[in-house]
């Protein structure tokens, strides 16, 4: 059984900024990747940065006002957001890609999501 959980998030004014932190927890040998994905209303869930040990991907709406960052001796992932704009209202979601130890398989786990609202 693992665990994904996030924290962070709430509401912030145009321009401000906001920390989104998550940790995977429970039965994993070894993380392959850690990610953040958003969900706005009515549309589909979308990739915003993913860390792995050899890259770091991000959105082109990411590039430039979102860091992604990973403590491997924790299993945390923590995406950095400045400058943030209306339309980067949403959920957001932590996804964890690991190799359990038993059995021995690769999988993965989604966060329970958190709200993201940038409104003045």
């Known amino acids: 059984q693992v665990q994904v959980v996030e924290s962070g998030g709430g509401l912030v004014q145009p321009g401000g900024s906001l920390r989104l932190s998550c940790t995977a927890s429970?039965?994993?040998?070894?993380?392959?990747?850690m990610g953040w994905y958003r969900q706005a209303p009515g549309k589909k869930r979308e990739l915003v940065a993913r860390?792995?040990?050899?890259?770091?991907n991000y959105a082109d709406f990411a590039k430039g006002r979102f860091t992604i960052s990973r403590d491997n001796a924790k299993n945390t992932v923590t995406l950095q957001m400045n400058s943030l704009q209306p339309e980067d209202t949403a959920v957001y979601y932590c996804n964890a890609e690991f190799r359990l130890a038993t059995p021995p398989m690769q999988s993965n786990g989604w966060g329970q999501g958190i709200q993201v609202t940038v409104s003045s």
């Open positions: 429970g039965n994993i040998f070894s993380m392959v990747g």
């Open positions: 860390i792995t040990a050899r890259s770091t």
